[in-house]
């Protein structure tokens, strides 16, 4: 491996880590704005972040080693997870790493031992939480994995940087109308449903008989507590660039060029806060789902990114 | 003459079917009776987007007359006329269907399929430009049935109606370019009347059952 791709891999894990805060920040900042609210400045998840850090954290005298070691292991693997995306330059030089696959399994890693958390604390709430989430995992997976596949086709590869790096060469011919749109409507629809975002969880709320991502992290607190909310916020970068780099990867690098990675980072921030916009907006105009009603939602992702591969098998081949 | 290249014509006619497709899943996920009406409405203004997109790319100038009826009739008449209806009527939403949502999200899934591989061996040999919109509006039509049986009340069902109606004319205007503007009119004064008949048969409904929900008819006797 040459220097340049260690600097590369450092360069996108400081990405990652620097600008998730920014991103929760611009999303509850759009909110506060149409909910004609002054709101915190966008930096204020960093402060959060840093008081947290200096916090002691109280543990559960019922939790066993899962709970301590939950947040490190959510935190690593949501990062690893990102070094798989392309953010600024399309071939990553760790995309032999690991493919689609290894993408979506990483981040169940982390909502596995999350939900694992959720019950080893022993509160009621944490436990319901992780039954809740459970519903939500299983129903978003098939249509997460389906959604991406669909996308693998057309660009003949399952690895996200060969995915990102043949669109964007091609300008966009690669990309094919029809599919694409049903699977790009089914990864938006998951990204919503997987960052615990409005029709399906709410990030803002405290009320117990509506949370989910909230109930299973009640028990955490101090260092812990922020390390699982800086993994919430990854996870949300994960799922922005996976929807900006694979459906509209223009201006992203592919040469190492210094203007070539300028161009492609200041496109890439764009695109992320404009995309952050899009999903304070979303989130003003439409009232959480009853739980129930979830599986409607999620269950037109799952149709949308089953017809989106069907549509390439049975009119494309 | 079209200025743009083929390949980029096909790509948004392309795209604009698919939101017509993407629109009747919406309709089907969808319990409130207003905002099935606005999605249908959504739906004609792609439909005319798609219908003009074609007329632009070949150059066939009555399919903009076409678009701009659609427009006119589908996206703005009907729309009002059924809204009318839906207020007057009191429903706000359809609480009993014969199928639930995912059931049936999942039915329109397998008609979707089943639609493409109908279409699968003539889609080749069509046009270029329209070539995935003859499996996607064979979908459609499908759709249009689907919720015509599975809804139980009237204005539902016409939705389904008038859903079929748009997947007909994304049809001929994939396979044939548009059909001739005398059957075209012919159509359009066609739905609008059906729009009116079935709005005035919905009130008699209402009046004699005390609501729209058509499973009741069942009870009737000779």
Redo the contacts between chains.
């Keep these: 491996m040459r220097a340049i791709d260690f600097l590369l891999i450092i360069l996108q894990i400081f990405l990652v880590l620097g600008l998730s805060p920014l991103i929760v920040g611009v999303i509850r900042r759009v909110k506060a704005h149409l909910q004609c609210r002054h709101g915190a400045t966008v930096l204020q998840p960093y402060s959060d972040l840093a008081k947290l850090f200096r916090k002691e954290p109280v543990i559960s005298t019922t939790a066993s080693w899962i709970f301590p070691a939950t947040p490190y292991i959510l935190f690593s693997s949501t990062l690893a997870a990102s070094l798989l995306v392309p953010t600024i330059i399309a071939p990553m030089p760790l995309n032999f790493a690991g493919n689609i696959i290894a993408l979506v399994y990483l981040l169940a890693l982390g909502t596995f031992f999350l939900m694992l958390a959720g019950l080893d604390a022993g509160s009621a709430f944490g436990g319901m939480g992780s039954s809740r989430e459970a519903i939500v995992a299983s129903l978003t997976e098939p249509a997460l994995i389906l959604s991406l596949f669909a996308v693998a086709l057309t660009a003949g590869s399952a690895n996200i940087s060969a995915i990102v790096y043949k669109t964007a060469i091609l300008q966009g011919?690669v990309?094919?109308?029809?599919p694409h749109?049903?699977a790009l409507?089914a990864l938006f629809i998951i990204t919503l449903a997987e960052t615990g975002r409005v029709p399906v969880d709410n990030p803002a709320t405290h009320l117990e008989l509506t949370m989910i991502h909230e109930a299973m992290i009640l028990e955490y607190s101090g260092r812990y507590l922020a390390l699982v909310e800086w993994a919430a916020g990854m996870k949300l970068m994960i799922f922005l660039s996976l929807l900006a780099n694979i459906f509209a990867p223009w201006g992203i690098a592919t040469t190492l060029s210094p203007s070539a990675l300028g161009l492609g980072l200041l496109v890439f921030v764009g695109k992320v806060v404009g995309l952050a916009v899009v999903i304070g907006v979303f989130e003003c105009m439409f009232a959480k789902l009853r739980l129930f009603r979830v599986?409607?939602?999620l269950?037109?992702a799952f149709?949308?990114s089953?017809?989106a591969l069907?549509?390439f098998y049975?009119?494309r081949v | 003459m079209p200025t743009l290249p083929i390949?980029i014509g096909s790509?948004?006619v392309?795209?604009c079917?698919?939101?017509l497709?993407?629109t009747c899943?919406a309709i089907v996920?969808q319990r409130r009776l207003m905002a099935c009406v606005d999605l249908f409405a959504l739906q004609s203004v792609f439909l005319a987007v798609t219908a003009t997109l074609v007329a632009y790319l070949t150059g066939i100038h009555h399919i903009y007359l076409a678009a701009v009826l659609t427009i006119a009739i589908k996206a703005i008449i009907l729309p009002r006329i059924l809204k009318k209806i839906v207020r007057q009527l009191n429903v706000q939403r359809e609480v009993s269907m014969y199928v639930n949502?995912?059931t049936g999200?999942?039915i329109?899934?397998g008609l979707?399929?089943l639609a493409?591989?109908i279409?699968?061996p003539i889609?080749h040999l069509g046009f270029l430009l329209t070539q995935?919109s003859l499996?996607?509006a064979l979908a459609i039509v499908l759709i249009g049935f689907f919720i015509m049986v599975s809804r139980l009340k009237a204005v539902t069902q016409v939705i389904g109606f008038l859903m079929i109606e748009n997947g007909l004319f994304l049809a001929a205007t994939a396979a044939a370019y548009g059909m001739p503007l005398i059957v075209e009119l012919g159509i359009f004064f066609d739905v609008l009347v059906a729009g009116l008949i079935v709005g005035i048969y919905t009130h008699q409904i209402q009046e004699a059952f005390g609501s729209v929900d058509t499973s009741r008819m069942k009870a009737l006797k000779e």
Excluded: H, K, R
């Design positions: 011919i990309l094919d109308p029809p749109l049903m409507v599986t409607e939602l269950g037109a149709v949308l089953l017809l069907v549509f049975i009119l | 390949n790509y948004l392309n795209l079917s698919a939101l497709l993407l899943f996920a949502i995912p999200l999942l329109c899934g979707v399929i493409f591989f279409t699968q889609v995935d499996a996607i």
